[in-house]
């Protein structure tokens, strides 16, 4: 009963959404106030009855269900509480509620505020989320239905119903196959939420986009009434990036954080977009420029969070965190097509009318560098998305699929990511408007001067690889530009208001959040860069079967193999672990336990032994387990220096998304 209740709520919103699309268009038309409140009042109306549905399905995830083929695949009697709760996207139709929960979540919030000054801008707001939200729900009532159930044919065959077929009689299994042991990870728990809402904040600023564009709205006022949304978009999908390195580094035994993996860049080709939206959009709010591409940028982002979903739930990717073969496909690839192409026609309509302001007069002016940051993301951009549909490409023509590897987009990807590097630390230096190579450069030689130090003391180091020698020098230049920039305004104003240098610099930071938030971002991203390039360039591996009692070098440190215990655990899988002690010149650093967990289902999961320090990671893996004894047991150890920096620079991350982020009062900006 509580699955056909479900299910009859989903209906009933998939209606409502269409109902207010419907009268939205006819409002903006015939010029109603009253049909586009309809309309409006029905977008409300989605969310409190997808949280119906949503709840409706989690109670019957937590209490055990079997009977609906849902429940049965992700959830089990063993499992605990929280697992039976996160289970909701651990499987296509669910991760589809979760999707269309969210939307449903945005799309209210965004209709709730004061609409006076923009009314014209509200009912295209609501078409387009509106038809988002019933793209969504109709993929889960026609193809992903989570409520059917279990029926038994007269014929002996078990099918999956949402309504029980003539003479079929109801199965309810006792216990469930449980969630795929690979998903049971705090990382994967909070990564597929983070970027679901990061895919789903970026509809807002489409909405508005196309709202602009209907309308003959050419002004900046879009940009400014989705700033907000933007960041939050950016700052979800960017968390949700970064738990799933996180995810891929502890549990999937790769010994590293990314692998090129199709559906890794899925969810990078958005971010890309949605980066260099979030850096052009301030040209066109301070200079005028930019409207066109603008709009394009954000066109393709909504584009791209509509591809990525597609990849990862249509089975045309082989992916270790890919949902399997799916009848959506056709269903996704029309929606892309025709939402694509109704916003670039709608682009090239009203492409006269979004002419910048004023023209570009310097090469070296600020907005100059910005736009070649954006043709970099671009860049990039092009290589991922081409990396990821050439075997489906070569599948369609040659009838072999031939798979793109990590080397590929290393090498076409390097010297884009060292060019953006370089902006990094250039950008901040140039002024708006006029700007020459004479005055960039005076102003870019003091912070210079110790970033050309660093690569003489790699060198004193032992470094000699000249990617590394580039790689750390670009970095140590944003840096001590950053800086530079932070001293030169606090010096400022510090003369101007005499008071002590660090309540100049917090007051000169708390005053330009926006501004020193990014530069505090740059900084997060540079350290970030420093985890990437120690484990691409310096990582080492070795693997070597040993008996108990025997060693393994790896990079100056000596593993003893002290021992191997296999045991069951409290949720029924059996435990198969090792354990090792560290040696480093004869001193004894700690112990690693790298182990397998075989579930009841018969799925297998791989836990990394891991010792981290800020130097480096020891990261040992069991592998070939089906065969492990005390007498063989064969391991696999990575030496990852530097790779700790990578979290360590996304916590810096948050922060200064937090400080870039935070409102500015009304009396800062006076005071600006």
């Not at 990717?317 to 269903?331: C, K, R």
């Not at 072999?400 to 590097?421: C, D, E, S």
């Not at 390039?533 to 080492?540: D, K, M, P, V």
Request: charged share 15%.
């Amino acid at each position: 009963m509580l699955a056909q209740f479900g299910f009859g709520v989903f209906v009933l919103t998939f209606l409502l959404s269409l109902f207010s699309m419907v009268t939205a268009v006819l409002g903006y038309f015939n010029k109603s106030d009253r049909w586009v409140e309809t309309a409006r009042r029905a977008m409300l109306l989605t969310f409190p009855l997808i949280t119906l549905a949503a709840l409706t399905l989690i109670f019957l995830l937590v209490s055990g269900h079997y009977e609906l083929e849902y429940v049965y695949s992700v959830t089990s009697n063993a499992m605990p509480l929280y697992l039976k709760i996160t289970a909701l996207w651990g499987g296509q139709a669910g991760s589809l509620v979760l999707w269309s929960w969210l939307m449903a979540a945005f799309a209210s919030a965004v209709t709730l505020r004061k609409w006076e000054r923009d009314r014209e801008l509200l009912p295209w707001v609501i078409v387009v989320t509106s038809v988002t939200l019933a793209f969504f729900l109709s993929l889960s009532i026609f193809y992903e239905n989570p409520f059917v159930r279990w029926w038994q044919t007269t014929g002996g065959e078990f099918v999956q119903r949402m309504f029980a077929p003539a003479g079929a009689i109801a199965i309810t299994p006792t216990d469930g196959q449980g969630l795929n042991p690979l998903l049971r990870h705090p990382g994967m728990i909070l990564h597929p939420p983070m970027l679901y809402l990061g895919f789903v904040a970026f509809v807002i600023p489409f909405a508005f986009a196309i709202a602009a564009l209907v309308t003959g709205r050419s002004d900046d006022r879009w940009i400014r009434l989705t700033r907000q949304w933007t960041l939050v978009a950016w700052l979800f999908l960017s968390l949700g990036l970064v738990l799933g390195m996180r995810w891929a580094y502890d549990v999937l035994g790769w010994g590293g954080y990314w692998a090129w993996d199709p559906v890794e860049i899925a969810a990078l080709m958005p971010w890309l977009t949605g980066t260099a939206f979030l850096h052009s959009v301030m040209i066109q709010e301070k200079r005028g420029m930019f409207k066109q591409w603008n709009m394009l940028l954000i066109i393709l982002t909504y584009s791209l969070v509509i591809f990525g979903t597609f990849l990862t739930r249509s089975g045309v990717l082989s992916s270790v965190h890919a949902f399997s073969q799916s009848a959506i496909g056709p269903m996704f690839f029309a929606f892309i097509g025709i939402t694509f192409v109704t916003s670039v026609a709608l682009l090239l309509y009203r492409w006269k009318d979004l002419r910048s302001d004023v023209e570009m007069s310097s090469m070296f002016s600020r907005e100059a560098l910005f736009l070649l940051n954006n043709l970099l993301f671009m860049g990039v951009l092009i290589v991922c998305f081409w990396g990821v549909i050439f075997p489906l490409i070569s599948e369609l023509v040659t009838g072999q699929k031939v798979t793109v590897g990590p080397p590929f987009y290393q090498r076409a990807n390097a010297p884009l990511f060292g060019a953006l590097m370089a902006l990094m630390g250039v950008a901040p230096l140039s002024a708006w408007g006029k700007s020459t190579f004479k005055t960039l450069g005076r102003a870019l030689w003091k912070p210079s001067i110790p970033s050309a130090i660093v690569p003489l003391v790699l060198v004193i180091l032992g470094v000699r690889n000249w990617i590394a020698m580039v790689g750390f020098t670009l970095v140590a230049l944003v840096i001590f530009v950053t800086l530079f920039e932070f001293w030169r305004g606090a010096r400022s104003r510090q003369k101007k208001t005499s008071e002590v240098f660090l309540v100049s610099l917090w007051q000169l930071a708390r005053r330009n959040r926006r501004r020193y938030g990014g530069y505090l971002i740059h900084i997060s991203m540079v350290v970030m860069a420093i985890g990437i390039l120690g484990i691409e360039l310096y990582q080492t591996t070795t693997q070597k079967t040993l008996a108990v009692g025997e060693d393994i070098q790896i990079a100056g440190y000596t593993l003893h193999y002290d021992s191997l215990a296999q045991f069951p655990y409290t949720d029924g899988r059996i435990v198969t672990r090792a354990v090792l002690s560290v040696f480093q010149g004869g001193k004894f650093l700690g112990e690693l336990y790298p182990r397998y967990d075989y579930y009841p289902s018969g799925q297998p999961m791989t836990i990394a032994g891991v010792r981290s320090t800020l130097a480096d990671d020891l990261y040992v893996v069991l592998v070939n387990w089906e065969n492990v004894s005390a007498a063989q047991t064969p391991f696999k150890v990575y030496h990852n220096p530097l790779v700790n920096w990578l979290w360590i620079g996304s916590l810096i991350f948050i922060f200064g998304f937090l400080v870039a982020a935070w409102p500015v009062s009304e009396a800062d900006i006076q005071e600006r």
